[in-house]
């Protein structure tokens, strides 16, 4: 009752004398409301939230910020509103970094080297807007920059700047000055061997001069013989004879073919199996030849220094090896008649040697690795050597005199191949510059140059029977046709594919009647494609290796030779 009598008011006295308490119209009585939350000083708050609705800027000397300004207020400016029509400061906006706006400066990179340098050299540079000059050291007039000063204003900057420094250091001692000294070697070495004082040659002993002086003797007499250029080698030619007699009771050489030697056939057909393997070579036979005209022999060279040649016809045992290169022999060829051949070996030498006797007729060299050696094949002409030749020559020798009478030079790489043409009148090269060359004999100009930029290297070419097409073999992996004519064109229509070469001079080469054309490859294998049709034939598996050449025999038409790096020679 109590709590209820000092709840009361005034008014509710007044309230009450119009109607009484026991009224049933009169209303209840309310209760005031009360928090149980504690007393919250809002000081603060409302102060962040006048000065939240005011633009003006924070004092600079506060240390402590109650709220969180926003940018506007912290980059707005202490004194007076901010002109409307100022431009946007890297303060207010327009920023691209956190410390403001960067613009980047356009700098060509030879004035950039120009202040660089001149900076590091003179101590002083302009800055990209050219107007004021950064540095410690500051020039006394118009700035010079390291590359409009003359070299004579250099060397005096130089030499100013050395007695600057010489000034501040210490006086060199008299020992420094003199060359002979460790300390002068000390100052002036410029690498590190220069350090090192030379001492005065020794006096040798009677072993060490006796040494020099054989050593200096050995020299000049290699020097005396060419053997450095090529020309000779101390090698001395000789040849051995396997066969039972040199001459029959008639008194006919071994290499006189037999009379009754013809062709058994004018078609020819492809080989099925292997008659005979020649084993001989200790390894890897790099070209063979059948003996021209009637093949009852077979020459081969290889990569053991020897060649030998084969009887094919009776005994088929090796009838003689001649040994006069040092080196690798690379390419043989034989003259018309057969009585002599030409071999070019990596020795850098071509030897020219009698068939029948194994006696070397002449030698010659230009000091350059002959790749392939040729006689020219007219009858009158057999004295004329042909020879490409590493440093991209075609070298023309006059076997009489011993001259070299032409030099063919317009290839940008090595020479591979010579092939005759045209009667004889003309030849064609390839060469490792992936082009083909046409001449005429004798005049060192090109005629007809073929060069495509799909063209490969061509390391092998042979002649059709024809004497209208030439097989080269590409090193993508195809044969490729070239006519003999005027244009020397490439017969789209044929080519002749499916072989790997890459990589490998593999020799290409066509049947006697022309029918087939057949070639090596780098896993072993004789390809034999149609002439016409372009179709394969067959392949016959021949080697463990690289089949690096194939000849079809002249006369038999159904047989012929191969050989490989595995230093075997078969015939099919």
């Not at 400016?77 to 002109?83: M, Y």
């Not at 790489?413 to 009148?425: E, L």
Request: proline fraction near 7%; include cysteine.
């Amino acid at each position: 009752m109590d709590l209820l009598q000092s709840s009361y008011t005034p008014d509710d006295e007044d309230d009450d004398e119009q109607q009484p308490l026991s009224s049933p119209d009169a209303s209840p009585v309310r209760l005031p409301a009360k928090s149980a939350a504690p007393a919250v000083d809002d000081t603060a708050l409302a102060l962040s939230a006048a000065a939240a609705s005011t633009s003006r800027p924070l004092d600079p000397s506060l240390h402590l910020v109650p709220f969180n300004p926003t940018a506007d207020q912290l980059w707005a400016p202490v004194l007076g509103p901010q002109h409307p029509h100022a431009p946007i400061s890297s303060a207010s906006g327009n920023r691209n970094h956190k410390l403001g706006h960067v613009e980047d400066a356009a700098v060509l990179p030879f004035l950039f080297d120009e202040q660089y340098n001149t900076f590091h050299r003179f101590g002083y540079a302009a800055d990209p807007s050219g107007l004021h000059i950064v540095g410690d050291a500051q020039p006394s007039a118009e700035p010079d920059t390291v590359y409009n000063l003359a070299p004579s204003e250099h060397k005096r900057r130089r030499l100013q700047s050395k007695d600057e420094e010489g000034a501040n250091q210490e006086p060199l001692p008299p020992e420094a000055k003199n060359p002979a000294s460790d300390e002068w070697i000390l100052r002036n070495k410029q690498s590190p061997w220069a350090g090192k004082k030379e001492a005065p040659p020794a006096e040798l002993t009677e072993e060490q001069r006796q040494y020099a002086e054989a050593h200096a003797a050995k020299k000049a007499e290699k020097e005396a013989r060419g053997e450095g250029k090529g020309e000779k080698s101390d090698m001395v030619a000789k040849s051995t004879f396997h066969g039972k007699e040199e001459r029959d009771y008639q008194g006919r050489s071994w290499i006189t073919p037999p009379k009754d030697a013809k062709a058994s056939n004018e078609r020819c057909y492809i080989p099925k199996r292997c008659v005979h393997e020649w084993v001989g070579h200790t390894k890897g036979v790099s070209a063979i030849r059948f003996f021209p005209k009637y093949g009852h022999l077979l020459l081969s060279a290889s990569m053991d220094c020897k060649i030998k040649i084969w009887d094919v016809l009776e005994s088929r045992t090796c009838m003689r090896t001649y040994m006069g290169h040092s080196k690798a022999v690379r390419d043989i060829s034989f003259s018309n008649d057969g009585t002599k051949f030409l071999s070019a070996g990596y020795d850098r030498n071509i030897q020219y040697w009698d068939t029948e006797t194994g006696q070397v007729i002449s030698t010659f060299s230009t000091g350059k690795v002959p790749y392939v050696v040729k006689l020219n094949p007219d009858e009158d002409k057999q004295h004329v050597l042909l020879a490409g030749m590493s440093d991209k020559k075609i070298v023309q020798w006059d076997m009489k005199s011993g001259q070299i009478t032409q030099e063919y030079d317009q290839h940008l790489g090595a020479v591979n191949t010579i092939t005759f043409v045209d009667n004889n009148r003309r030849f064609v090269t390839s060469s490792d510059d992936k082009s083909l060359r046409v001449w005429e004999f004798g005049i060192p100009v090109v005629i007809k140059y073929i060069s495509e930029p799909h063209m490969h290297s061509m390391p092998s070419i042979s002649l059709h029977p024809n004497s209208n097409w030439l097989a080269a073999q590409s090193l993508d992996n195809q044969i490729l046709i070239y006519s003999t004519k005027e244009r020397f064109q490439l017969n789209k229509k044929k080519r002749f594919a499916g072989h790997i070469v890459a990589g490998y001079a593999c020799q290409v080469n066509f049947s006697p009647d022309g029918r087939f054309v057949m070639s090596g490859d780098g896993e072993g294998s004789c390809w034999f494609w149609d002439w016409k049709s372009c179709r394969r034939f067959k392949t016959l598996k021949c080697h463990n290796g690289v089949c690096i050449g194939c000849e079809w025999h002249p006369l038999e038409t159904s047989k012929v030779a191969t050989c490989g790096w595995d230093g075997v020679i078969k015939y099919w």
